[in-house]
């Protein structure tokens, strides 16, 4: 009778099956054997490629460094293989390895065990990372003037840490901690492995899938979606060193992802912008869309990136960059410059125009630049009879610009 009366209430129901089906998608991805493609290439060697979706986004809080750690575990445990150079990203970690064409498949086969039984850090494989993140090391941070612009925009959010992580982490860590990351982000579903090089690769192939049978048959991690911050108005910041080359950097958040209709116009726009810039006496700079495209990444942000030719360049050449966007934002490109670049059919100069006026905002670009002179670079005139410093020429308010010891950064 109660059966009867429910069924009265909530009308008549497909009850042989769930009212949601959660279907078979999911668990077929966490199953599915991982990714190994092959790609001919005529060269003597084999270039093998693994690429694992478990990034310095995906860092606990207040642990940054844990991926990069990780990754270093599982590069060190390739032991058939002469070198592997690890790629520490925002969301991917890239394992690089070449092999000769007849040790080809048992380093395919090695670097896949690796991935599956990464080998644990000594101390001295710790202290040797930590001591490269105080010294900001080019190489656990190649760039220091985009990474502090990253993590002006990125802050709050799981891009705004330097992806090589903290000293004090690496000194820190556990080998449970690190064990949990990779148990947790190294799975099935956030690999893939390339092989390149001539002739037949299938063995290798077999090598290295069958290794990685041993991956756990899990989904991957969600991947962060908060949005990054929109600066009220520009900033600077400085950071002085006397090891580092001079770099320098603005950038802000673009309101324009991947899966916008006008995606591929701003890629040929970035194209066209990069195609046209002659390296100066000062020093050359282009446009990348950092941070990385990825599996599921937020929206990219505008990062100009300058190469001064010397330190006592590098206010010449961040100006002339800052020209040169600010003249692109507003006029856009030409049509000889898309038909250079071979752009796609429906970009034009229009949409082009149309599109950088909505999404380019110079006026809350964050900048960083890496001297060795701090203080000359602060009041250095524009020109020989000008005591304009920098800030002025750019628009920085007071209060809005700083300096910092680069040494010490990521302690």
């Not at 690429?51 to 990069?68: I, K, M, N, Q, T």
């Not at 203080?375 to 300096?403: K, M, S």
């Amino acid at each position: 009778m109660r059966f009867i009366v429910l069924l009265a209430l909530v009308g008549p129901r497909p009850f042989c099956r769930p009212a949601i089906d959660p279907g078979p998608v999911r668990a077929d991805l966490a199953d599915a054997p991982v990714s190994v493609v092959l790609t001919p290439a005529d060269t003597n060697h084999v270039l093998i490629t693994a690429r694992v979706r478990a990034g310095s986004a995906f860092d606990p809080v207040g642990r940054e460094g844990v991926a990069a750690l990780t990754a270093h575990e599982v590069a060190q445990a390739a032991t058939e293989c002469s070198t592997v150079s690890v790629t520490v990203g925002l969301e991917a970690i890239t394992f690089t390895t070449t092999a000769p064409i007849d040790a080809a498949t048992a380093c395919s086969g090695s670097l896949g065990n690796a991935l599956v039984n990464p080998s644990p850090l000594t101390a001295h494989d710790r202290d040797t990372h930590a001591q490269a993140l105080v010294s900001a090391s080019i190489q656990v941070i190649p760039d220091l003037s985009a990474q502090l612009v990253r993590e002006r925009i990125y802050r709050a959010h799981p891009y705004g840490h330097a992806a090589a992580g903290r000293a004090s982490v690496a000194q820190t860590v556990t080998d449970i901690e690190l064990t949990a990351f990779h148990s947790r982000h190294y799975v099935r579903g956030t690999t893939v492995i390339t092989l390149a090089g001539p002739g037949d690769l299938a063995a290798g192939q077999r090598a290295v899938a069958d290794a990685l049978l041993g991956l756990p048959r899990t989904l991957p991690a969600d991947a962060p979606r908060q949005s990054p911050l929109l600066p009220e108005g520009r900033s600077f910041i400085v950071a002085s060193s006397k090891t580092l080359p001079p770099t320098a950097a603005a950038g802000h958040a673009l309101p324009l992802s991947p899966d916008d209709a006008d995606w591929s116009v701003w890629l040929d726009a970035v194209s066209a912008f990069n195609a046209a810039q002659l390296p100066e006496a000062s020093g050359s700079w282009s446009i990348i869309t950092g941070p990385e495209v990825a599996w599921n990444t937020p929206p990219p942000m505008l990062l100009l990136s300058v190469r001064p030719a010397s330190h006592n360049t590098t206010t010449t050449a961040l100006l002339s960059a800052i020209q040169a966007l600010e003249t692109w934002a507003q006029e856009g490109v030409t049509g000889e410059q898309l038909l250079a670049i071979g752009g796609q059919a429906d970009t034009n100069p229009d949409r082009v125009r149309d599109l950088l006026q909505r999404v380019v905002s110079p006026d809350t670009l964050a900048f960083a630049v890496v001297t060795d002179r701090n203080d000359w670079f602060e009041q250095a005139p524009i020109e020989g009879n000008d005591d304009t410093t920098v800030y002025i020429r750019l628009g920085i308010d007071e209060g809005h610009h700083h300096t910092v010891q680069a040494q010490g950064l990521y302690r």
